[in-house]
């Protein structure tokens, strides 16, 4: 039996009996229902769709009014008894909504604001049911509305659209089409007149008589009222920053003024500073004062908005807090994630106070990011402070708020700044490469914000940091560097590559080829026989497993460890190599024998992991060594190869005077539970080594700042200069001081060549 044979009525009036039977049932019997439509209904079977009662009964005819299949299902969308009731009454509604077709253009209500979309899907959000199913609206939002769907469109086993996080699905008396011909109701025209009043309002309000001012948090509808939340700026107990919610005709926008008031000062007006907000440009971070607390953002567009008179700003906040994805009324002035934006009056904004040293106060000028050439000396050159010396670590860099102040996941960024450029020049052409109009900018804060700063003063605040963040977000490099982790590696090659086009560090070569590169991670073969390995038996048998060679001495070599993601490392410790030896790493250049020390001419793979030759180094033999290693009975398969000798070194008659190549250790940056930290070798001794975490440490809670702190941790060189056998038995957790971490969680290493970095 289908649902043409049924008859649908709605309840508009309480029937007498049975009991329990609500005004807006809906329900439907087989056959006519009615005898003639005079006084009652015959006594049929009834089931009532919006009941899980199935109900023998007699009805009066003036209890019920006729559906027809459509209305019924239509009205069965709708949550509850009272409000099928209602909109039974709006005939105009139902009609809309039954000549509504997919692909109109059509006007959502969802979760309480107007969006625009296109209706692409019309049906039940269920398998059908038996006679009739509730019949929803599937709308894809269109336009700046696009993403702004609380739900995904995928409700209970519906699967009928395609892009999440942009679609709604809502019963009819959500939806109206676009046009003259089908008007909003009118409580929705109301809504839309309250819209006037937007969050960041200054605003006038009257409790008991008494005038008041705050600023609008929101403006909600309860109970059919609409009510304006309101962050007040004193309650009636003298307490600021608190909270209320004033019916809207009890509230004026602007600032009425009370009676005049005097002000007594002791300057001249002349004389007094300016206003917290007067020195705030596009990026400042800022922060203001709501009832729930400080929200902290940075100022992402600045002017003045239809309709009003004051300079309005557009603030992209640091938590989802805001109230759009930076529209404001539907017209766009800038992008960031949803609910991360607030407009607001620049008056109600002040300097974020993490980010305001002890000596500062608000009036501190916070400078434009396109307008730094004070930067430069009066030369017109960048001047650079010279690294951090051993004798002036105890001085510079040692204790709390000393080295780089972390802010908003930053610490990848905030360790890697720190190892390169606090006790090590090997960076500083970065610093000085001729700098382009895309890159100057950048340049310039990383020369006169933070690398200055942290050489002459051991201290930068985090709002340098955030500033640096911000430009490289500007230009491109990635949509989230302001608020997003990321990795040490993706910020150096976005600096060294994408920005300041630095030539590639590491040059490789693979097969006769050429490779290029600015770090280089470490893979091992899946049968190494490495259980406590040093970083230089990673390095070999990483080149090893590879077939790489380098072609050329490195003046820096950035070693990111074997690791499988943050979490999952591939050895418990691994130990520095204070020095690494990459003579034998080298594609050309002379090397020796490792059993004579003569010239070596030839090398052999197969004799790479033979523990007879030692534990580190690639195998290396003159002919005649060569010969007599391959007479073994268990080396007669092997196939050493020649090496690529120049000509000038063929005849040297004293190779064992031959100088190793070999890099030093200056720092090493370290990750546990998706955390940065580093520990920098500042000095030739082995007790010369500190410890740097920019988040070591947080004052206050959500309106507080982070506490960065330099410690000096001599306690590694005593485990440095272990043996293998010795450093296998330390338990982790008893070890002294930070070394734990050294050995632990390393994540990369950074060697420099103190001879190669002078020329490049």
């Not at 009043?197 to 509808?221: I, K, Q, S």
Request: hydrophobic content about 35%.
């Amino acid at each position: 039996m289908t649902s043409e044979v049924c008859q649908y009525f709605i309840v508009i009036k309480k029937p007498a009996s049975p009991a329990g039977i609500n005004l807006g049932y809906i329900g439907y019997s087989y056959g006519n229902l009615k005898s003639g439509y005079q006084s009652h209904y015959k006594k049929h079977s009834v089931f009532f769709l919006t009941s899980s009662k199935h109900i023998s009964c007699d009805l009066d005819v003036g209890t019920v009014k006729d559906l027809s299949a459509q209305e019924a299902s239509l009205l069965l969308a709708l949550p509850d008894d009272g409000e099928r009731l209602k909109w039974f009454k709006e005939k105009k509604a139902l009609q809309n909504a039954g000549a509504l077709t997919v692909g109109a253009s059509v006007t959502v209500k969802e979760d309480g604001r107007l969006l625009r979309g296109i209706i692409c899907s019309i049906g039940p959000k269920d398998s059908p049911k038996y006679p009739i199913s509730a019949t929803y609206f599937g709308v894809e939002l269109q336009g700046t509305d696009q993403g702004k769907a609380t739900n995904d469109g995928w409700l209970s086993t519906m699967r009928n659209f395609s892009s999440k996080r942009n679609c709604v699905y809502v019963p009819f008396s959500e939806v109206w089409a676009v046009g003259p011909e089908s008007p909003l109701p009118s409580e929705l025209e109301q809504q839309l007149e309250s819209d006037e009043l937007n969050p960041g309002d200054r605003v006038t309000y009257f409790v008991n008589d008494e005038c008041r001012h705050g600023m609008v948090v929101d403006v909600l509808e309860e109970a059919g009222q609409h009510i304006v939340k309101i962050s007040t700026d004193m309650d009636e107990f003298g307490n600021r920053g608190g909270e209320v919610r004033v019916p809207l005709d009890r509230v004026a926008k602007g600032e009425v003024p009370a009676e005049p008031q005097r002000i007594e000062v002791d300057t001249a007006p002349e004389d007094m500073a300016a206003a917290p907000h007067e020195s705030l440009v596009v990026n400042s971070l800022v922060e203001v004062t709501v009832a729930t607390g400080n929200l902290h953002g940075i100022i992402r567009w600045m002017g003045k908005l239809p309709d009003r008179k004051e300079i309005f700003v557009g603030l992209e906040l640091e938590e989802d807090n805001g109230t759009s994805d930076g529209t404001f009324k539907q017209v766009r002035y800038f992008t960031c994630p949803n609910k991360r934006a607030l407009f607001i009056k620049l008056s109600s904004c002040h300097p974020d106070s993490r980010f305001q040293s002890s000596s500062s106060n608000f009036r501190e000028k916070i400078p434009k990011l396109e307008d730094r050439d004070d930067m430069a000396s009066s030369s017109g050159k960048l001047d650079i402070a010279v690294p951090v010396s051993t004798e002036q670590v105890d001085e510079l860099l040692i204790g709390r708020m000393k080295g780089i102040q972390g802010h908003c996941n930053s610490c990848y960024m905030d360790a890697a700044l720190f190892s390169l450029f606090s006790c090590s020049p090997v960076l500083d052409p970065l610093l000085f490469k001729e700098p382009t109009p895309k890159n100057a900018s950048v340049q310039r804060m990383l020369l006169h914000d933070i690398v200055n700063p942290l050489r002459s003063k051991g201290f930068v605040e985090g709002c340098h940091i955030m500033r640096l963040r911000q430009q490289l977000q500007k230009l491109g490099c990635s949509h989230s560097f302001t608020f997003d982790e990321k990795d040490p590696e993706e910020f150096l090659i976005v600096i060294m590559q994408q920005i300041l086009a630095l030539d590639p560090l590491l040059k490789l070569s693979v097969g006769g080829k050429m490779q290029e590169s600015y770090c280089y991670q470490i893979f091992l073969d899946q049968n190494h026989s490495l259980v406590l390995p040093t970083v230089q038996q990673l390095l070999e048998h990483s080149f090893h497993t590879a077939e790489l060679k380098l072609a050329e001495v490195p003046s820096c070599l950035i070693l990111q460890m074997p690791r499988f993601g943050k979490k999952f490392k591939m050895f418990d410790k691994i130990i520095p190599s204070l020095e690494l030896d990459i003579t034998d790493l080298i594609t050309e250049g002379p090397q020796q024998c490792i059993l004579c020390g003569d010239l070596a001419l030839e090398e052999c793979t197969d004799c790479f992991k033979d523990s007879l030759f030692g534990p580190t180094g690639f195998k290396v033999f003159c002919r005649d060594c060569s010969t007599k290693v391959h007479s073994h009975p268990l080396r007669k398969s092997h196939k050493p190869a020649r090496l690529d000798i120049p000509i000038e070194y063929r005849n040297h008659k004293n190779p064992r005077g031959l100088t190793r190549d070999k890099l030093q250790l200056f720092a090493v940056l370290c990750i546990e539970t998706s955390h940065y930290v580093s520990f920098v070798k500042h000095g030739p001794n082995s007790s010369d080594w500190i410890f740097f975490d920019s988040m070591a440490d947080r004052h206050g809670e959500s309106d507080g700042y982070n506490i960065p702190e330099v410690k000096a941790c001599p306690e590694v060189g005593t485990y440095l200069e272990m043996s293998p056998a010795e450093l296998a038995t330390q338990v982790p957790r008893d070890m002294k001081g930070e070394a734990k971490r050294l050995f632990c969680d390393a994540y990369m290493y950074l060697y420099q060549s103190t001879s190669m970095c002078l020329y490049r």
